[in-house]
């Protein structure tokens, strides 16, 4: 099973509000990633979990926090985001951060309005 | 120079066709290498991994080019659900995968 699900598949949002995405995988992976796509672009990493320790942050504004509450779960914290912030997140697995081919999430597309 | 470079698109070819994507990339410590498709609006899917020895799956074959540092993907006798970006995928040394820009390939009936 090489399944990462992710939720909300689609999200609108206002500039004032708070909202989180979620990811969540059953592999024993012991690395996460949180990445953002624009269209016609390629995924862009914004955060690696490591060991359920953040060990990369892609210098991400801080609108964006995210949070690994256990090794299966992944959540990204939104407040405040601007209307450039739409776009598709992706959330990845793999067995370990380096080294490994990493799955992917259906992803969460999200409107900024 | 840019960490992964990779072949511009669109390829348009016809369904039966034989298509060939390369990718190059900059750091010589890269040990990992892949290939990933990704449908329009959908997230990317693990294509295939390519190894030193090159490996096959049906009609894709991957091959890594160590001295030149690229990897290449191959598809024989396309079909119209090949449709879709391509984007290879290298692991630099002790770091995140980085993506190459994506070659779409659209085969047409």
């Known amino acids: 099973d090489t399944e990462v699900t992710q939720t909300p598949k689609h999200l609108v949002m206002g500039m004032t509000n708070k909202k989180s995405l979620k990811c969540e995988q059953h592999?024993?992976?012991?690395?996460m990633y949180w990445y953002k796509q624009k269209a016609k672009k390629p995924p862009e990493l914004m955060f690696v979990?490591?060991?359920?320790?953040?060990?990369i942050n892609e210098s991400v504004p801080s609108r964006f926090s995210p949070e690994c509450p256990n090794s299966s779960l992944l959540n990204l914290h939104l407040h405040a985001l601007q209307p450039e912030d739409s776009a598709l997140y992706l959330c990845?697995?793999?067995?370990?951060?380096?080294?490994?081919?990493?799955?992917f999430g259906p992803g969460t597309r999200l409107t900024v309005t | 120079r840019k960490e992964v470079e990779q072949d511009p698109g669109p390829f348009n070819v016809p369904e039966g066709a034989t298509v060939a994507f390369n990718c190059t990339y900059s750091?010589?410590?890269?040990?990992?290498f892949f290939w990933y498709r990704q449908d329009c609006r959908k997230e990317p899917k693990l294509l295939m991994s390519?190894?030193?020895s090159g490996n096959e799956d049906g009609r894709f074959t991957a091959q890594l080019n160590r001295a030149s540092q690229y990897i290449s993907l191959l598809i024989r006798d396309s079909k119209l659900s090949d449709s879709a970006t391509y984007l290879c995928?290298?692991?630099?040394?002790?770091?995140?995968?980085?993506f190459g820009k994506g070659t779409r390939l659209s085969v047409i009936a």
């Open positions: 750091n010589s410590a890269s040990q990992s």
């Open positions: 592999m024993g992976h012991r690395a």
């Open positions: 990845a697995s793999s067995q370990v951060r380096s080294g490994y081919e990493q799955y």
């Open positions: 995928a290298v692991i630099p040394g002790n770091t995140p995968l980085v």
């Open positions: 390519v190894y030193s």
């Open positions: 979990y490591s060991y359920e320790k953040l060990s």
